[in-house]
């Protein structure tokens, strides 16, 4: 089985993959400002309260966790392309 890498390409997707990242972040942070200014503590109504709690589990754990396998891909990509680099030298 062969397999071709084109090395630039490969890192240049990884380096788009950290940029599409560090920009859902700056976004996610953006909103998570704007929800917290609009939606005060101490305002208890049955919408706000939801809004809050799902924005506050999805914020504090689903995003985390998504942006860390985005960048982890990232990382990956770049293990790979180096494997591959190093094993077409021997």
Do not use: H
Not at 1 to 25: K, L, R, Y
Not at 74 to 84: D, G, H, K, P, S
């Amino acid at each position: 089985m062969n397999i071709t890498i084109t090395p630039g390409a490969a890192t240049e997707d990884a380096a788009q993959i950290d940029s599409i990242v560090e920009t859902m972040e700056s976004c996610m942070e953006t909103l998570d400002a704007a929800i917290k200014r609009n939606i005060p503590d101490g305002i208890e109504t049955t919408w706000s309260d939801e809004v809050k709690n799902n924005w506050c589990q999805y914020y504090g754990s689903d995003v985390p966790e998504a942006m860390a396998e985005m960048k982890q891909s990232a990382t990956n990509l770049r293990m790979a392309v180096e494997a591959a680099l190093k094993y077409s030298g021997e």
